[in-house]
C-alpha cells in the first residue's frame, strides 16, 4: 500500500520570500511522484511530476522538486513566491498496485502569501 | 480544464434520495476516477473505471456506485444520500500516469 504524508496543513509566508512545502511518501514499490495545485472554487491542475531521470524537476511558474529517495521525499520549493501562489497544494504517488493506474493524494497544504 | 466536464455544479438534495453526478470527457482518456474532497482528508477514491463498463472500488465505496457506458461518460450514483455524503466531488481522466490527471471544476453536493 502507498501513502502520502503533508505535515503543514497551513503555510503562511511572505511575498518574495522562498517557501518549501513538505512531502513524504511510502511505498513497497518504484513510485511516481507528483504535485498538483487547487485554486479556490476550482479542480485540481498538474503542476509537476517526477517519473524517473533527474531528480530533479521544474515547473513552468518557477516551482522546482526534489525527488530523494533515501528520504522517501518530494518537497516543492519556490525560490521567491506571489500573490498568486496562493492556493492549496496536493502531493501524490503512484505505483502499479494491482496492475491499474491509481494515485494517492495527500492531505494538501494551504499556502498562503502575505503581501 | 475544458477536457472534463461535471455536472451539476451545485446540488442539494435531501436524506434518503438517489443522486446521479455525471462526468463527460472529451480527451478520449481510458481511465477515469471520482473522487471526494473533504477538509482534513484531502482526496479519497471512490471508484475508477480503466475502461468501458470496466470499474473497481476505491478506498470510501461504500454507499455509491457508478457506470461507465461509454468512454467520455462517468457516472457516479449515490443510492441513498446521507448526510456523511456532503462533501465536494471531482472527477478526473487520465491516459497514463506519465501524464498525470486532469479534474473538473467539481460538483458541490449538500445533502440535507
Known amino acids: 500500500a502507498q501513502s502520502v504524508t503533508q505535515l503543514d496543513s497551513q503555510v503562511p509566508v511572505f511575498e518574495e520570500a522562498p517557501v518549501e512545502l513538505r512531502c513524504n511518501y511510502s511505498s513497497s514499490v518504484s513510485v511516481y511522484l507528483f504535485w498538483y495545485v487547487q485554486y479556490p472554487n476550482q479542480g485540481l491542475q498538474l503542476l509537476l511530476k517526477?517519473?524517473?531521470?533527474?531528480?530533479l524537476v521544474e515547473s513552468i511558474n518557477g516551482f522546482e522538486a526534489e525527488f530523494n529517495k533515501s528520504q522517501t521525499s518530494f518537497h516543492l520549493r519556490k525560490p521567491s513566491v506571489h500573490i498568486s501562489d496562493t492556493a492549496e497544494y496536493f502531493c501524490a504517488v503512484s505505483d502499479r498496485s494491482g496492475g491499474y493506474q491509481k494515485v494517492t493524494f495527500g492531505t494538501g497544504t494551504k499556502l498562503q502569501v502575505i503581501p | 480544464d475544458a477536457g472534463i466536464t461535471q455536472s451539476p455544479r451545485h446540488k442539494v438534495t435531501e436524506t434518503g434520495t438517489p443522486v446521479t453526478l455525471r462526468c463527460h470527457q472529451t480527451e478520449n482518456h481510458r481511465y477515469m476516477y471520482w473522487y471526494r474532497q473533504d477538509p482534513g482528508h484531502g482526496l479519497r477514491l471512490i471508484h475508477y473505471?480503466?475502461?468501458?463498463?470496466?470499474?473497481d472500488k476505491g478506498e470510501v465505496s461504500d454507499g455509491y456506485s457508478v457506470s461507465r457506458s461509454k468512454t467520455e461518460d462517468f457516472l457516479l450514483t449515490l443510492e441513498s444520500a446521507t448526510s456523511s455524503q456532503t462533501s465536494v466531488y471531482f472527477c478526473?481522466?487520465?491516459?497514463?500516469?506519465?501524464?498525470?490527471?486532469?479534474f473538473g471544476s467539481g460538483t458541490r453536493l449538500t445533502v440535507v
Open positions: 473505471s480503466y475502461g468501458v463498463k470496466d470499474t
Open positions: 478526473a481522466a487520465g491516459q497514463g500516469l506519465n501524464y498525470g490527471y486532469t
Open positions: 517526477y517519473l524517473s531521470g533527474s531528480t
